[in-house]
């Protein structure tokens, strides 16, 4: 990671963010309790902001992933929640059902934004729009408004148990991570990903099949919304409506704030996983020290807008450096 990366600089300020915290309040803050419970608090917001950043590089937006998220956890929660019926009581067959069914259904709400943005080319954000509400719709239509509950023990432990201290949800996001980096920054396709947001345009007449690949970017960021519907409903044991509401315009932040360029062509995974990180030591620590969530909500607004001011201006200083060099050359050519 390069110092004067946009990553480095977001590193630094976790650093302080960390630290800052933990002197204030490190009877509480800095407490194995406090520091298990971020972790399992993070994987949901995390997972759910590589998949806005995976669409946002492509110079769209997902404002469906909560919707999808939701949907998900509610068809696998009824599988859970027949499981004495279904399977005859085998908790095993009951919880392998289930992640099939979520992660199936958050593959369809990928594959219908995917086809609409990638096929037809209406506008990401219309698209999206369109979807959540009908997600959502449908959603309601299943759960009448009330919660799901009544799962097995087995399914627990996906977002409530640990492996040698270390929560579940936390190694399951970790998995994640090394994934989604893997496909996005060393595959040929991710390559094709970062040119779209660039130009889709030139990327077409390059040889690269936009359409295709846009689809497998939906389908990417179904996939890991559905992911983070096993984890979220096995951690509150049901499934709701608007169980991670908030993470729509949370997952923005959190994408931008890693650096995602919101134009397209520009995001690594690390520093939206950074960004993430952020978000919550900043939460969970403002709450421990007693701080009103208004002032909490106003806290992570101001960090977003000054990191985004600082890449801004360095973004800045960088091209104009660039150009002084391309104005350097060209005048020791005529010299010459």
Wanted: hydrophobic share 50%; charged share 10%.
């Amino acid at each position: 990671m390069k110092k004067q990366s946009k990553e480095f600089r977001l590193l630094l300020v976790f650093a302080a963010i960390f630290i800052a915290m933990s002197i204030i309040s490190p009877d509480r803050f800095f407490s194995l309790n406090n520091l298990q419970s971020m972790a399992f608090q993070l994987p949901e917001l995390g997972i759910m902001s590589l998949a806005m950043m995976v669409i946002i590089v492509t110079s769209g937006i997902n404002l469906s992933i909560t919707s999808t998220a939701a949907l998900s956890g509610i068809v696998g929660a009824f599988v859970l929640s027949s499981y004495k019926t279904t399977f005859g009581g085998n908790e095993v067959l009951a919880v392998i059902a289930a992640i099939v069914a979520c992660l199936l259904v958050s593959l369809i709400c990928g594959a219908i934004n995917g086809s609409i943005v990638a096929y037809i080319g209406v506008s990401p954000i219309l698209v999206t729009i369109g979807t959540m509400t009908l997600f959502e719709g449908i959603s309601l239509k299943f759960t009448k408004g009330g919660a799901i509950s009544g799962f097995p023990d087995a399914f627990m432990w996906f977002g409530n148990d640990t492996i040698l201290g270390v929560p579940v949800p936390m190694i399951i996001f970790v998995l994640v991570i090394i994934g989604v980096t893997i496909k996005l920054e060393y595959t040929p396709w991710g390559q094709g990903v970062y040119m779209i947001g660039c130009n889709p345009v030139a990327t077409e007449f390059s040889g690269i099949n936009v359409k295709k690949v846009l689809m497998k970017v939906y389908l990417l960021s179904g996939l890991l919304c559905g992911i983070a519907s096993i984890v979220m409903i096995s951690r509150y044991n049901s499934a709701k409506v608007d169980y991670g509401s908030s993470y729509m315009l949370q997952s923005i932040s959190a994408a931008v704030l890693g650096g995602t360029a919101i134009e397209g062509g520009y995001g690594k995974v690390i520093g939206t996983v950074i960004a993430t990180a952020i978000l919550q030591v900043l939460s969970s620590g403002l709450n421990i020290i007693g701080i009103n969530r208004y002032i909490v909500d106003i806290s992570m607004g101001v960090i977003l807008i000054s990191v985004l001011t600082i890449n801004f201006f360095a973004t800045r200083r960088k091209e104009a450096k660039e150009k002084q060099k391309m104005i350097s050359k060209a005048s020791q050519s005529k010299a010459v």
